[in-house]
């Protein structure tokens, strides 16, 4: 259209380059599409940013021997540096595999898993480190979800207690200044436990701190 100064396409009128329609552009009457039928697609130059409509909100830049940067609501969140990259705000994540050295700067918080009172207690070890649990009656522990052996993982548990009993499993190994059994409790107390495993819970290596007041 030359009063329009552009080339025009009806919708699902395709734009093909290439002996064997190796890319080709169109519009279905819904969506925008760039569909490469050979090789890579590859878009090329030394500073190529994406955008929304007009110009808008910047979604994503790459900088030639610079970074890479991800946006969300037109704020960097994620950008590549030299050495890695740079995180703006909170990271949640489902996992994570540290291979190497770990630098905390700040404070690191785990949310404390609370234990509802009963006989026999399970504790899942994929749910955290720090577990709390107000004894309602004698009650016998056990362990499931434990970090495979090689791997090592720390459990404190947080126990306060009237007058009842604590039953651990035979894999816990106290210490000989309790005379290798769990540590006699007081009643009305506050007790932490600390219980420690590297080869997957075949052995537990306990030690409590108790008797703290309520």
Same mark, same amino acid.
């Given at each position: 259209?030359?009063?329009?100064?552009?080339?025009?396409?009806?919708?699902?009128?395709?734009?093909?380059?290439?002996?064997?329609?190796?890319?080709?552009?169109?519009?279905?009457?819904?969506?925008?599409?760039?569909?490469?039928?050979?090789?890579?697609?590859?878009?090329?130059?030394?500073?190529?940013?994406?955008?929304?409509?007009?110009?808008?909100?910047?979604?994503?830049? #790459?900088?030639?021997?610079?970074?890479?940067?991800?946006?969300?609501?037109?704020?960097?969140?994620?950008?590549?540096?030299?050495?890695?990259?740079?995180?703006?705000?909170?990271?949640?994540?489902?996992?994570?595999?540290?291979?190497?050295?770990?630098?905390?700067?700040?404070?690191?918080?785990?949310?404390?898993?609370?234990?509802?009172?009963?006989?026999?207690?399970?504790?899942?070890?994929?749910?955290?480190?720090?577990?709390?649990?107000?004894?309602?009656?004698?009650?016998? #522990?056990?362990?499931?979800?434990?970090?495979?052996?090689?791997?090592?993982?720390?459990?404190?548990?947080?126990?306060?207690?009237?007058?009842?009993?604590?039953?651990?499993?035979?894999?816990?190994?106290?210490?000989?200044?309790?005379?290798?059994?769990?540590?006699?409790?007081?009643?009305?107390?506050?007790?932490? #436990?600390?219980?420690?495993?590297?080869?997957?819970?075949?052995?537990?290596?306990?030690?409590?701190?108790?008797?703290?007041?309520?």
């Amino acid at each position: 259209d030359a009063s329009d100064n552009a080339l025009e396409f009806a919708d699902n009128a395709y734009l093909r380059i290439g002996s064997g329609n190796d890319i080709e552009c169109w519009h279905d009457g819904t969506d925008s599409n760039i569909k490469s039928n050979t090789g890579q697609l590859k878009i090329r130059g030394s500073d190529i940013r994406f955008k929304s409509g007009d110009d808008g909100e910047t979604f994503a830049t #790459f900088f030639d021997d610079g970074a890479c940067t991800l946006y969300n609501n037109n704020q960097a969140k994620i950008a590549t540096t030299a050495t890695g990259i740079d995180v703006t705000g909170t990271a949640v994540t489902d996992g994570l595999t540290v291979a190497g050295t770990q630098t905390l700067d700040g404070t690191s918080t785990q949310t404390a898993e609370t234990l509802s009172a009963a006989s026999t207690i399970t504790i899942d070890c994929s749910t955290g480190n720090f577990f709390t649990l107000t004894a309602g009656q004698n009650t016998t #522990f056990a362990f499931s979800n434990i970090p495979a052996s090689g791997n090592a993982y720390v459990l404190v548990l947080q126990v306060a207690v009237a007058t009842y009993s604590l039953t651990w499993p035979s894999a816990v190994k106290w210490s000989s200044t309790t005379g290798g059994s769990a540590p006699t409790l007081t009643a009305n107390k506050v007790n932490n #436990f600390v219980l420690v495993t590297s080869d997957g819970g075949t052995t537990w290596r306990g030690s409590a701190n108790t008797d703290y007041a309520s």
